[in-house]
C-alpha cells in the first residue's frame, strides 16, 4: 500500500471541514470533540481512500480560493457550509466520504453516546432488554 502525503494545510483544512460537517453546540465541541480532522488526516495517509482525500482537498482548496479568496481554515461558519454544499455537488465520492468518516468518528465516542441517549454496544449484555419498547427521551 502506499501512502499518501499529508500537510499540516490538509490537516487544518480536514479539521474545518469536519467542523463543518457536526459543528459545536451548547451541547459539546462537534467534530473538534473527537479530533476528526486529525483522524480523518491518518486515514488519508494509511488507507486506501488516500487519493480520493487528496483530490477533494484540492479541488476544496480551488473553490476556497476562488470564491472566498481564502484558505479552508480560514473559512467562517457561513462560508464553510457553502463550501460544503459545493464540494456535495462538485465532489461527490469526497463529500460522501468525508461526512461518513467524521459521523463514524463522532458516533464512535461514549460521551456522544451518553448526549444522544445511547446506552453503548449491546455485545456484553447478549441484547438490550428493552429492545421491544417504544424509545423515550431522557
Known sequence: M?????????IAAL???ANGIIPANERDAGAALVHAGAGIAAKMRYGANGPIYAGGLRA???IAAEKFGCTIAALNADQLHELLALLR????MF???LRADVCALYLSD???????????????TGGYP???QPPFSP
Request: aromatic residues 10%; proline residues 12%; hydrophobic residues 30%.
Open 60 to 62: 476544496a482548496e480551488k
Open 130 to 132: 428493552d429492545f421491544d
Open 89 to 92: 455537488d462538485e465532489e461527490p
Open 95 to 97: 463529500f460522501r466520504l
Open 15 to 17: 479539521t474545518a471541514l
Open 2 to 10: 502506499t501512502e499518501t502525503p499529508v500537510t499540516l494545510t490538509d
Open 110 to 124: 461514549p460521551g456522544v453516546w451518553e448526549r444522544i441517549g445511547f446506552p453503548g454496544p449491546s455485545t456484553d
